[in-house]
Every structure is written in structure tokens, then in C-alpha cells.
């Protein structure tokens, strides 16, 4: 069993990481185009692999066959693991939001809802819904 210290410890880089990605999130929003797709974005991750590694038409087809390959043991995993990581994340922003003022925790609040926004938004051009 993890000691007390080791405990925090590990609170501390979680906090760490749950900050670093709303920022992340932020940063990503006002970038005209998203460095790094979704896996589930099958074009958008070849695209950006493409990009980066200068593939050819045959190593596309071959890295879109992979994705397509893993999706649903990828999905899997996500939906086991997603309601977790919501509920240590809801956890996160309710201690955070205590160190905050007042003004400070209303702007959490904005930048957490635009966040979300963002992440509806970019879930429903992946799906395809509106």
C-alpha cells in the first residue's frame, strides 16, 4: 500500500496533468488547426502522419488499415476507462476551484465550459453529427 507521501505525490502529478490539459485545450482552441488529431480521426491522425513522416500513398493505406484495425479494442478501452478519469477529473476541478478567488474560479468555470464546447464540437465534426 502506497504511504502517505507517495499518495500526494501522485495527487500532485494527476492535478498536474488535468491542468496542463485544460490548458492544452485552451491553447489548442485558438490554433486555426490542431497539431495532433484524435485517434479516433483515422484521416486526421494519416494526414498527420503523413505530415510528420513523410509517408507514402502505400504507408498510408497501411497505417489507415492499423487504425482501422484497433478502433473498437481502442474504443473499449475508453469507454472502460472514461467514467473514471470524469470523476477524478470532477474531483480535480473541485479542489482546484477551492485555491482560486472569486473572480478567478469564475473564469475556471468559463474555461472549463468552453472546454467542453470545444470538445463537443470536435467530437460531433468527427461524427459527422451537429
Known sequence: MPNRSQL????????S????????WAARGSSVQR??????????????????LDLSATQQDSVRAIFRRHRAQMEAIWRSV????????????????????PDQ???????????ARERRAADSSLTGSN
Not at 500526494?8 to 492535478?15: C, P, R, S, T, V
Not at 496533468?17 to 492544452?24: E, F, H, I
Not at 470523476?87 to 479542489?95: D, F, M
Open 8 to 15: 500526494w505525490a501522485f495527487a500532485l502529478l494527476l492535478a
Open 17 to 24: 496533468l488535468v491542468v496542463g490539459g485544460a490548458a492544452g
Open 35 to 52: 497539431c495532433t488529431p484524435r485517434f479516433r480521426d483515422t484521416a486526421g491522425m494519416v494526414g498527420f502522419l503523413t505530415k510528420e
Open 82 to 101: 472514461h467514467p473514471r478519469y470524469d470523476s477524478i477529473r470532477a474531483v480535480l476541478e473541485v479542489e482546484i476551484n477551492a485555491q482560486l478567488t
Open 105 to 115: 474560479q469564475r473564469r475556471h468555470r468559463e474555461l472549463l465550459d468552453r472546454i
